[in-house]
């Protein structure tokens, strides 16, 4: 395989990445603990999506290579997603007076939780979505890149879903306020902002992300109800490298991770016996050098803030 | 184990317990019990109660482990099945018939092997992330058990891959008297309730050797983290837990504390795993599994974090899920998997514990004080001023 086309895949899978790692970064800037169960919630997006998609089948006109039912059911993976976290924020961390190690913990216990429901409802064996496999597209073949229409759908829906985000904590009121309340809670709480409604919306908009990246990990791989905690330290790799709490810092983070992730190949090609089934290896390997030199990580400590 | 609870506590000591403590023993007692009756009845061959004992006092090894370095330091360690492993494997590497690099030596060879290997691991993860804030090392401790398990996995000219390794002789292996122990008992048929006997033959002998091994560890584990944990090092440890800055301020090197209290509990966690290989006679890749870490967890934060009565207390639980689930599975009309109910007891209990007593159901109280200094406390009149002295005084050194 050529150089290019491992940059695609990285690009593919940096997408998914990046969705995910938005998400625990907000999480964590604003209900301030690591949260272990956002691998297992992007399972729950994607599980869902595989139901509703189940119903929704090959409905509508076809875009991007995917029949109009798939982003029906990518709608409801973010919904559900969303929901679950909501309601686990409100009736499991809410209530709980621990600190932020206990949260982190109690975090443990609800990806569990989450995981062994799936698992009785779905078993723990793999499956897709069912989706026709498609050809790669044509006019890239000649350049060695094997890319998918598919695979280009991935990338622009996270590129769309990263803008709206950019757009939503630059330029409206809510983002004015979740930017705040992740800077310092006490002063935004005395500033008059409702900081229980601001950390709700970061449930939503973290878990709908989360959502979103499951159910394209789905789309990329298989669907597992392992497949969220699998990837859960590969996201958290992102986190850290680019710092914790600065979603700009989880982008370039998830980005680096993801492209490193599928680039790992090259090391083989150029002699040195490291295999793909290092891939993720690699990717913890490098989040602790980095936490050698730059404890803050990449964009941590500059004020970027959220 | 309810006998070493028991006889560290003082004479006529029902009084003197908390509703916990007697519900905890009630609930052992139970289980001891049920144990009983299943022995009695011919449910339970002897040989398997043995082979639970031994298992219950491994993850008391294991909570103690973890313990010495989230109860006592505050270290959120992530690796636990990392090091459990690696302590495994490394007797295993040596003893085992399909080791593919030595296989045939002596399992006291192992153990040292295996503990070495445990404290290097430490020293490798510690060294870049015991400096960080807390959650840093829980993720960076995940990541590099996994990179570990990654590597058992896949370097199969060194650990056999996914195969794993068979053929590991038992512990005693070649010691004088003890390796033929098993051999040379009678047979042994007792009835005790007509028409079941309990045949007590070489594996109930073998199987009584292993919970004498493990009652041995568990027992020089104890004593050692007790008179640490009490000492000037150990009160150092708890300053560091309860606020690092203030350590620091003391003028402690809490990075040196803390990495000697993380290379402590990780041999103590190999310690374990040594005992498992021999226990189980084969080991594989999926004693590295993330979830043997957090069977572990719950037991010490069920337990109570800190505390070695309760680590014992959760060692029970543990086996109490992960076997009794077991159980649940032989009967028929349970028709459903029984991985996912395993998976959500662990997760509801971990929840709940964290929710309703995040304490833990048998914190540490008099554990952490010297007998004597409660003994002067319990006089009335001066018991307030003496106690704070008994807990954080003293000068460490």
Known sequence: MSVLEYLANGLVFSSIIVLASIGLSLVYSIADFANFAHGDTMTVGAYSALVTFGFVGGLGARFLGLPLGFFLALAVGIAVAALVAVITEKVIYEPLEVDSIGMLITSIGVAFVYRALIQFQFGSDFTEFGIQVLRPIEALIPFGIRMTLHDVAIIGSAAILVAGLHTLLQYTDLGRKMRATADNPSLARVSGIRVDRITLWTWVIGAGLAGAGGVFLGLYNQISPRMGFNILLVVFAAVILGGIGSVYGAMLGGFLIGMINQLTPILTDIGIPIGIEYANGIAFVIMVAVLLVRPNGIAGGTGAGT | ?397
Do not use: C
Not at chain 2, 26 to 43: K, N, R
Not at chain 2, 265 to 285: E, Q
Not at chain 2, 359 to 365: D, M, N, R, Y
């Open chain 2, 1 to 397: 184990m309810s006998a070493d609870t028991a006889a560290d506590a003082e004479e006529g000591f029902l009084a003197g317990l908390t509703r916990a403590e007697q519900g905890v023993l009630a609930f052992v007692a139970a289980l001891l019990a049920a144990l009983g009756i299943g022995l009695v009845t011919g449910g339970l061959g002897p040989t398997y109660v043995l082979y639970l004992i031994g298992l219950v006092g491994m993850y008391v090894l294991l909570s103690f482990g973890l313990n010495a370095q989230w109860g006592y330091t505050g270290l959120i360690n992530f690796s636990v099945a990392a090091f459990f492993g690696l302590g495994a494997y490394g007797t295993a590497i040596l003893t085992a018939d399909n080791s593919p690099i030595a296989g045939g030596l002596s399992p006291v060879l192992g153990l040292f092997v295996g503990l070495a290997l445990a404290a290097l691991l430490a020293v490798i993860i510690g060294i870049p992330t015991l400096r960080l804030r807390a959650d840093y090392l829980a993720i960076a401790s995940l990541g590099l058990a996994e990179v570990v398990r990654l590597i058992v996995l896949n370097e199969r000219e060194y650990t056999n891959g996914s195969a794993g390794l068979r053929g590991i002789p038992g512990f005693f292996e070649g010691w004088p008297l003890l390796s033929t122990f098993p051999q040379a008992m009678p047979g042994l048929r007792i009835e005790i309730v007509p028409g079941s006997p309990i045949v007590l033959q070489q594996p109930f002998y073998q199987a009584l050797l292993n919970v004498g091994l493990v009652f041995v560890f568990v027992g020089v584990t104890f004593l050692l983290l007790r008179r640490v944990h009490r000492s000037p090092w150990g009160r150092v440890l708890r300053t560091i837990r309860g606020d690092e800055d203030l350590a620091e301020a003391l003028g402690k090197n809490t990075y040196a504390f803390k990495m000697q209290s993380f290379v402590l509990g990780s041999v103590i966690m190999a310690l374990a795993g040594v005992f498992y290989a021999h226990l189980n006679l084969f080991v594989s890749p999926g004693d590295f599994e993330p979830i043997n870490t957090f069977y572990v967890w719950i037991a010490v934060i069920l337990g109570g974090s800190g505390s070695n009565r309760g680590a014992m207390f959760g060692g029970f639980v543990v086996i109490a899920i992960r076997e009794g689930t077991r159980f649940l599975n032989g009967i028929d009309f349970i028709a459903f998997d029984i991985g996912p109910l395993r998976l959500l007891a662990v997760g509801l209990i971990i929840i709940l514990v964290m929710r309703f007593r995040p304490e833990g159901v048998l914190p540490p109280q008099r554990e952490l004080i010297w007998p004597s200094a409660l003994d002067e406390a319990d006089v009335p009149g001066p018991e307030e001023a003496q106690r704070p002295h008994a807990t954080e005084g003293g000068d460490a050194s």
